[in-house]
């Protein structure tokens, strides 16, 4: 069974930045695809980003293009999301998901159905 465990949230000002962690527990990482969502109080959980298997692809929301980066390391099976210029808007809880897929394009990889494995979530608050 695979594992994920986040780190890194908590509470920042408008315009900072915040690095979010996630470690995948599987001999078998390189095999998945990932990807992070957030869920922000009353609402259904959102696409952040998504990472293929080997980092050569990636691919973003509308709102988080040009702030977030998606990247993993897979010799640490550990996937991150840099987060910079931080609004309130993107408060809320963020997971990490993985799913089983050696695809070439990241942007196959948007929907939440499609993840089988997810973290806990992690809080990020972002207020002045």
């Known amino acids: 069974q695979v594992q994920l465990v986040e780190s890194g949230g908590g509470l920042v000002q408008p315009g900072d930045s915040l690095r979010l962690s996630c470690v995948v527990s599987?001999?078998?990482?390189?095999?998945?695809?990932l990807g992070w969502f957030r869920q922000a109080p009353g609402k259904a959980r959102e696409y952040v980003a998504s990472?293929?298997?080997?980092?050569?692809?990636?691919f973003y929301s509308d709102d988080t293009k040009g702030r977030f980066i998606i990247s993993r390391v897979n010799a640490k099976n550990t996937l991150y999301l840099q987060m910079n210029n931080l609004q309130p808007e993107d408060s809320g809880v963020y997971f990490c998901?993985?799913?089983?897929?050696?695809?070439?394009?990241?942007?196959?990889?948007?929907?939440?159905?499609?993840?089988?494995?997810w973290g806990q979530g992690i809080q990020v608050t972002v207020s002045s």
């Open positions: 599987t001999r078998d990482f390189r095999d998945y695809a």
């Open positions: 990472i293929n298997w080997n980092a050569k692809s990636t």
């Open positions: 998901a993985a799913t089983r897929a050696k695809t070439d394009y990241a942007a196959l990889h948007m929907h939440s159905d499609e993840f089988d494995s």
